[in-house]
């Protein structure tokens, strides 16, 4: 991880300079699969661009206890298991526990590897190539799409449906998330977080300068980022503009613009708009105007946190973590914080949730004790607990009414974005070219070919465009 400071100089080796590279990660990953897969599952006919209906109906039953069925005997060997590493050491620990109590339970010996979540792709890609795939692993629904098409993945509609029973139902914005319907007819992965972003503002700061309430568009966060600029102890912009998850906000930020990445048909990019434009102009601006710390363009997963965490940002958008630091470890700038829902743009306002899903890869040696383990993972008490450290929303509706979601403002905006959020990619079709678009960070690189290339606006959104596209026609 690196600090604000650490990176002085932007980097043109995350640029897109080189278009030939823009595909390199994500081509290969699906070369990778395609050559290595089984037939794949049958590709579902994209929605039309408005959230798609639920995978069943969830209506509320009277939760009970998690009661796992009785594991199969394991064969020899260890069971491995991937999980999703979070800004959240107590979180990932509880994670490590769980899984370790279930082996010892279970009489298999397990191997808990935690992976940063900006390179789960990447591995995933080597060890699909390697035929060293774990047992199970955690994933976002953007690569669990990909896998899914190319019969990487084990289905799990047993499992989605025992656990929903168990615990009341899903809730209709986790049961979207995997909706066979959309996914080629079955469900691939397992929800057990919904993640959103909200702002977090340095109160402290806007209230000396007349900001008392939260933003209400991007435009005015823009206004307000500018007021409180005072570079280099303050930057008003603490978004990420480089080559990770963060950085994808600003596909979030153009769609409120009422720029699109694709049709409603989900196969023409239709990048090159006026509304591209507009946004292009509205946050380049805020660069060159000086907003934006030094090294945005190449920052890490951690680089918005810690700009924030060291007082050197005045607005960043994040999903908890940086309050589960400040609440730990930093009172005083926890009091200075507030908390809100993402900003409107000038066409419609978006408040994206991530679905976050365990899997089960076709090469598992030991199918039915990862489904069990699964399972074991949704028990209320340990997910109460868990949720009380980590940055999710929950997903069943026995879990709406943990106390965390009652007392933590984080999380009050998480259980409102899982159940007020828009789903992922709207108004967008989220199909697999958009989540291979999203995995390439053409966006935030479009805005790199700007600031630290000094191409034209012009230029750039054409170079994306037809980035775009090269991507999408791969799935017609």
Same mark, same amino acid.
């Given at each position: ?249 600003? #596909? !979030?930020?153009?769609?409120?613009? *009422?720029?699109?990445? =694709?049709?409603? &048909? /989900?196969?023409?990019?239709? $990048?090159?708009? +006026? ?20 090294? #945005? !363009?190449?920052?890490?997963?951690? *680089?918005?946190?810690? =700009?924030?965490? &060291? /007082?050197?940002?005045?607005? $960043?958008?994040? +999903? ?157």
């Amino acid at each position: 991880m690196h600090s604000p400071n650490e990176r002085q100089h932007e980097s043109r080796e995350h640029s897109i300079g080189r278009r030939t590279a823009w595909l390199t990660l994500s081509a290969a990953f699906a070369l990778v699969v395609a050559a290595c897969a089984a037939p794949p599952a049958p590709a579902a006919q994209p929605p039309a661009a408005q959230p798609p209906a639920a995978a069943q109906p969830t209506q509320p039953a009277a939760p009970e206890p998690t009661q796992p069925p009785t594991a199969p005997q394991p064969a020899a060997g260890k069971f491995t298991y991937w999980g999703g590493l979070i800004f959240s050491d107590v979180a990932n620990q509880m994670l490590v526990d769980k899984i370790t109590e279930w082996g010892k339970a279970r009489g298999i010996e397990v191997d808990v590897v935690m992976i940063n979540q900006n390179e789960t792709q990447q591995k995933v890609s080597a060890a699909v190539e390697a035929g060293t795939m774990p047992d199970a692993l955690d994933m976002g629904t953007g690569l669990m799409q990909l896998l899914a098409k190319n019969g990487q993945l084990e289905p799990l509609d047993d499992v989605f449906k025992q656990i929903g029973d168990a615990h009341g139902g899903w809730l209709d914005a986790a049961a979207k998330s995997v909706d066979p319907a959309r996914y080629g007819g079955s469900v691939w992965g397992v929800p057990f977080g919904l993640s959103g972003n909200l702002i977090n503002r340095r109160y402290d700061l806007l209230s000396e300068k007349g900001f008392t309430e939260a933003p209400k568009t991007w435009e005015e966060l823009g206004q307000m980022a500018e007021a409180v600029n005072d570079p280099p102890k303050v930057y008003g912009m603490g978004f990420a503009l480089s080559n990770v998850g963060d950085g994808n906000l600003t #596909v !979030t930020m153009l769609q409120t613009w *009422g720029g699109r990445i =694709a049709d409603d &048909a /989900g196969k023409t990019c239709t $990048i090159d708009s +006026p509304e591209t434009r507009a946004f292009m102009e509205w946050i380049t601006g805020l660069y060159k105007k000086g907003l934006f710390p030094p090294g #945005v !363009t190449t920052w890490d997963g951690a *680089g918005d946190n810690q =700009a924030y965490q &060291a /007082g050197q940002a005045a607005f $960043i958008a994040n +999903p908890g973590s940086v309050y589960l630091n400040l609440r730990d470890n930093d009172p005083e700038l926890l009091a200075a914080t507030r908390f809100s829902g993402l900003p409107a743009g000038p066409k419609m306002q978006l408040q994206p949730y991530g679905p976050n899903v365990r899997a089960i890869p076709v090469t598992s040696r030991y199918k039915d004790l990862a489904k069990d383990l699964l399972m074991y993972l949704a028990d209320d008490e340990f997910m109460k607990e868990y949720y009380a450290n980590a940055i999710y929303g929950p997903v069943l509706n026995s879990q709406v009414d943990f106390p965390v979601f009652k007392e933590s403002p984080i999380h009050v905006g998480l259980l409102d974005v899982a159940k007020n959020g828009t789903p992922p990619a709207f108004p967008d079709v989220d199909n697999p070219a958009y989540a291979e678009f999203n995995s390439n960070f053409l966006i935030p690189k479009m805005i790199q070919r700007v600031v630290v290339d000094n191409v034209s606006i012009d230029d750039a959104v054409k170079e994306t465009q037809a980035a775009c596209q090269a991507i999408y026609d791969k799935y017609k």
